[in-house]
């Protein structure tokens, strides 16, 4: 049975799901869906339209599906999704997109720490970390398994690459391959993300392979197309070099160097 305290205000239009735990002093605005077995522990504001699934933790004042911060943004009807079991801990901010008819969108089973800010129009996958003050401007993609430090920012229009990590205090203004470090203001690549990998299990033949793709990158005086076609011709194909190499071809902002 949902529950819902006293001081929680909620629009009648809202769609409430089963089970759901609405603390003190929450707001839920009109065209709000709240997905099944969500909590929201106290201080919680939820404006829409925003769809969000099941198991969501809210704690106090996050302020979710408020509209863009982009000066652009005029009042048109814009939205949020969000997925499941996602923990968003105190003053997280997640913002609808700007043009018409557009998502921001964050998938399932993400952590956000205490002051993360995900901008307007930006895709945030699965697994994802985001350390406290981790924060990502507009238009911004994090893909499955990132985690962004600390203190860190990301320009708008940035890429981050599933199972990359990027240190506390960074500054990205580029987009940073998948399965890499990103440290420093300016950022650089430091090397492969060797602890995440190994933690999420990949073997040891396949960090190989990324470890020699990351040398022909970053430390054999190749430019980026040299690389690419080195690690086109000398390693396996596997799905994480594919990947790499996908990802590093479709760039508009061109990666890190």
Same mark, same amino acid.
């Given at each position: ?7 929680? +205000?909620? $629009?009648?239009?809202?769609? !409430? ?7 003190? *002093?929450? /707001? #839920?605005?009109?065209?709000v869906t709240l997905g099944r077995a969500c909590r929201l522990i106290s201080h919680v504001h939820i404006s829409g339209p925003t769809e969000i699934g099941e198991e969501n933790l809210f704690y106090p004042f996050c302020s979710i599906g408020h509209r863009s911060q982009d000066l652009k943004y005029k009042g048109e009807p814009t939205y949020l999704r969000i997925g499941s079991r ?42 994802? +970390?985001? $350390?406290?003050?981790?924060? !990502? ?7 499955? *398994?990132? /985690? #962004? ?101 479709? $760039?508009?902002?061109?990666? !890190?160097?």
């Amino acid at each position: 049975m949902t529950s819902i305290h006293p001081t929680a +205000i909620v $629009s009648p239009s809202a769609n !409430i799901g089963e089970d759901c735990d609405i603390g003190p *002093y929450c /707001i #839920i605005e009109a065209n709000v869906t709240l997905g099944r077995a969500c909590r929201l522990i106290s201080h919680v504001h939820i404006s829409g339209p925003t769809e969000i699934g099941e198991e969501n933790l809210f704690y106090p004042f996050c302020s979710i599906g408020h509209r863009s911060q982009d000066l652009k943004y005029k009042g048109e009807p814009t939205y949020l999704r969000i997925g499941s079991r996602n923990t968003f801990r105190e003053s997280c901010t997640v913002n609808r997109a700007t043009s018409p008819g557009l998502f921001t969108i964050v998938g399932s089973d993400n952590n956000f720490l205490a002051y993360s800010h995900i901008a307007h129009d930006c895709i945030v996958g699965n697994h994802v +970390i985001f $350390s406290n003050n981790g924060t !990502i401007a507009g238009h911004v993609i994090v893909e499955d *398994y990132a /985690i #962004i430090g600390g203190l860190s920012g990301v320009h708008q229009f940035c890429r981050i690459g599933q199972h990359a990590i990027i240190g506390g205090c960074t500054k990205i203004v580029q987009d940073v391959p998948p399965f890499f470090i990103a440290d420093g203001n300016p950022a650089q690549i430091r090397g492969v993300n060797l602890v995440g990998l190994e933690r999420a299990g990949f073997p040891d033949d396949k960090i190989r392979l990324l470890r020699e793709a990351y040398r022909l990158l970053y430390r054999a005086n190749l430019n980026v197309s040299q690389a690419l076609e080195r690690i086109r011709d000398e390693l396996e194909q596997t799905p994480e070099i594919s990947a790499l190499l996908h990802f590093i071809e479709s $760039s508009q902002r061109g990666i !890190i160097r």
